[in-house]
Every structure is written in structure tokens, then in C-alpha cells.
């Protein structure tokens, strides 16, 4: 029997709700599985003690995090805290202080599902985004001076080294590699950013030289959006910058059909330190405590942790239930549906304790 001890922090408006559903869809594999057991810690981070403390988690949560095997992430932020309070004061901390370099966004539409594209349904779409999590333009670094007066000035610098932006490529080049269709799409802008965004080009090209199998591509970012919305069939695995993915992300789950359903993991490849996973979607706090959140994006991202600590056939399990929940229209009302979110963890949980796949 495998034990896993895992760090749950569910935060802030939407999070505690999804995160309790996708706990319900663990318990229910580790008791169909058999063979391991997860033992799960709450942690009460996030922007209501940011309000009775002055800081969504202790200085030193990064490293109280590291004793564990996983971080399952709620998600941050509320409309009485700036964003990037909140975000500087949690996820990216986290993300940064547990070198977890690799941001992964798979996304395909689910059966059931309707994409906003016309004549592109489950099978067509079918990629996966590597984000590169660790530098690029969320390095925090730049400033502010004459505040207020007519010459104030505000930078915004990226930052790219050709530490970081290698082990990102290397990553990604070895996803594509496990993919059936080996092809890997890198996206810059290096046409208008000369500098840093020629680097990533060249570092492409060497460590292409290290994947003769990957069949490799390179798009400027505003060009991938048309390629994305127009021929999603020539893409597979797609590696762009920290804020060129988070664009190509969104518009990514967007054309799935909806935020609503995609997963995000924040991995450390070299495994030193504990993996988030996490839903894309937020805190949407406009339907916080109403029971209606769709918790599949949780539940998808749970079978990524799974995957991730070696339960490959519990984290299969749980998508094929989620699928065949999907497939049946149980679903929430983002996605066209009239369940709740209990509705459609109940389903998927009955589907896991019934399954004979
Ligand atoms: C994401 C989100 C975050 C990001 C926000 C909430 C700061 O958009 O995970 O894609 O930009 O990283
Ligand atoms: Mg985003």
C-alpha cells in the first residue's frame, strides 16, 4: 500500500467548494484502487486570513509545503484584495519558492461538450500547453519612480536565462516525445522582442538536436492565435512564455467549450519539491456559495496529481468517470447543464465505485 501525503489549500471563493468535490472523487478511487491511500492536510491560506493577519500564508509556507507529495490548489483571489496582492502572496510564492518550473495545461473537449467552432468536436482538439512557470515577464522585476507627477515611469522587465528557458524547452520537447503524434509547437514574438525572444528561438533549434523525433514548428504568438482558432488539428504540444501561455491558455479553454473544465499543474521535473495542481478557472466569486461550480476542471486536475505520484491506472479511472458523467449531460450550469456540484461529484463517484474499467 502507497501512502501519499498531500497539502490541500483549498483559499478563496469558489476553491473550498471544487477542492471538497474533488476530495469526494479521491476518497472514492483510493477505496476502488485498493492500493493506496492518501493522507490529506487543510491549510486555511488565502485572502480571509490576508484580512485577520495581513498575509495569505505564514512566511514560511513555501517551506512547511515541502514535506508533502502534492499541493492540491483551490484558487486565489477576491474583489475586496487587488489581484496581485493576492497572487504575490500565495500561488506565485509557492510556484517560485518550490521551483516549479513547468506549468502543464492539457486541454481537449470532453465528450458532451460543445466547442464554439464549428464542426470541431472530441478528437479534434487535443493539446497540451507548456508554460514556462519560473521567469519571463513574471519575474517581478521593475519598478516604479515619480509617482503621481507627469514623468512617473513604470517598467515591466522579462527576464529570460538560458538556464531557464532550456529546461523549459527540454521539458516540453520530452512531453511531445510521450505524445502518439510527437510534435511539439514553440511561440514566441521574436520578430518585434529581439533579445530574449531570439534566444528562445535558438535554444529551440539545440535542443531540437536532442529530440530527433519530435517534429518541431515555430509560430509568433499573435499568429498562433488564428492557427489556433482555425486549423486546431496541426497542433499538439505547444511550449510559449509565463504570459504567452497564460493568454493561449484561456483562449485555449475557450475554444474546449469552457474554462470551467481545464486543469493546471505547476511541476518541478527534477521531483525536489512537492507539485501544485490546480483548476484554471479561479475564485469566480459571482457564484461562490451557490453550490453550482463545476467541479470537473478539479476532478481532471486531481487525476493529474494522481498521474503525477505514479497512480496512472486511479487517475485514468477518474477521467473515463468523468467523461461518461460528461457523456451522460450531468453537468453544471457554465457548461448548458441544470446539476450542482454535488450532483455531478455524486455522479462521478458512483461511476468510480461501479466502474469495471
Ligand atoms: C492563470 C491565471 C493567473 C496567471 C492569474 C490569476 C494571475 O490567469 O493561472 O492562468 O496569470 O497566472
Ligand atoms: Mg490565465
Redesign the pocket.
Known amino acids: 500500500m502507497k501512502h501519499y501525503r498531500i497539502a490541500a489549500i483549498p483559499a478563496d471563493g469558489i476553491g473550498p467548494e471544487v477542492i471538497a468535490a474533488g476530495l469526494q472523487a479521491l476518497e472514492a478511487l483510493e477505496k476502488r484502487d485498493g492500493g493506496f491511500s492518501l493522507d490529506v492536510t487543510h491549510f486555511d491560506w488565502g485572502s480571509e486570513r490576508y484580512k485577520r493577519t495581513g498575509a495569505l500564508m505564514p512566511e514560511d509556507g513555501p517551506q512547511q509545503l515541502k514535506e508533502f507529495d502534492a499541493i492540491f490548489f483551490g484558487a486565489?483571489?477576491a474583489p475586496d484584495v487587488p489581484?496581485h496582492v493576492t497572487?504575490w502572496g500565495l500561488?506565485l510564492p509557492i510556484c517560485q519558492g518550490l521551483d516549479q518550473y513547468a506549468n502543464v495545461r492539457p486541454t481537449r473537449i470532453l465528450p458532451g461538450i460543445a466547442s464554439p467552432l464549428a464542426g470541431v468536436g472530441p478528437g479534434d482538439l487535443d493539446w497540451v500547453i507548456v508554460r514556462e512557470n519560473s521567469e519571463g515577464e513574471?519575474s517581478g522585476h521593475g519598478g516604479r519612480a515619480h509617482k503621481g507627477f507627469p514623468e512617473e515611469i513604470g517598467t515591466e522587465t522579462a527576464i529570460f536565462t538560458r538556464a531557464g528557458v532550456t529546461r523549459i524547452m527540454r521539458f516540453a520537447f520530452g512531453l511531445a516525445l510521450s505524445r502518439p503524434r510527437k510534435m511539439l509547437t514553440v511561440v514566441t514574438k521574436s520578430n518585434a522582442q529581439r533579445h530574449g525572444m531570439v534566444m528562445w528561438d535558438e535554444i529551440a533549434a539545440e535542443v531540437a538536436r536532442e529530440f530527433p523525433d519530435v517534429t518541431w514548428d515555430k509560430m509568433l504568438v499573435d499568429a498562433m492565435t488564428v492557427r489556433m482558432v482555425k486549423d486546431p488539428r496541426s497542433l499538439d504540444t505547444i511550449v510559449a512564455t509565463n504570459l504567452h501561455a497564460?493568454i493561449l491558455?484561456?483562449l485555449a479553454g475557450a475554444l474546449a467549450g469552457s474554462l470551467g473544465v481545464a486543469p493546471?499543474a505547476n511541476i518541478d521535473p527534477e521531483r525536489r519539491f512537492p507539485s501544485m495542481f490546480e483548476p484554471?478557472h479561479?475564485s469566480a466569486f459571482d457564484i461562490a456559495g451557490k453550490g453550482i461550480a463545476n467541479p470537473v476542471a478539479t476532478f481532471w486536475t486531481a487525476s493529474r496529481m494522481l498521474d503525477h505520484l505514479g497512480e496512472t491506472k486511479a487517475a485514468e479511472r477518474l477521467m473515463i468517470a468523468v467523461e461518461k458523467v460528461c457523456e451522460a449531460g450531468i453537468m453544471t450550469p457554465d457548461i448548458g447543464g441544470n446539476a450542482t456540484t454535488q450532483e455531478v461529484t455524486d455522479a462521478v463517484c458512483d461511476a468510480i465505485r461501479g466502474a469495471n474499467f
Do not use: F
Request: without cysteine; aromatic residues 8%; hydrophobic residues 25%.
Open positions: 486565489v483571489g489581484d497572487l500561488r513574471y497564460d491558455s484561456d493546471t484554471i479561479g
